[in-house]
């Protein structure tokens, strides 16, 4: 995958991620801050254009939440925020937490 940190993609495979979650957190590490990307833009990117729900799932596994895979920066196809580290509930902490999130990297 073009524009990847070789030393991301060592990190994780020496974690242990299977193929498919490496391929999603590499096409997520290359997120620019500020900005947001979908489920199934991420899974249309790494050339699996059904697997939004698995992309997620691989996203609620990241091992290295933050700048190093920004799992913050992907959103529901509706522009919805929930989801992060596999909360639905959009009152959740961590949904808000998602949100304070993306709001500060917007204003930075």
Known sequence: MKGYKPTLLKNLVARGCTPFQIEVYLAT??????????????AFQIGRPKAARAVGSALKR????????????????SGN???????????????????RLLKLERLK
């Open 29 to 42: 590490s290359q997120i620019p801050r500020g900005e947001t990307r979908s489920y199934s833009e991420i």
């Open 62 to 77: 990241n091992p290295f939440p933050g700048t190093k895979v920004p799992c913050h920066r992907v959103i529901h196809s």
């Open 81 to 99: 925020t929930t989801g992060y580290m596999g909360s639905t509930d959009p009152t959740s902490q961590e949904n808000q937490k998602k949100r």
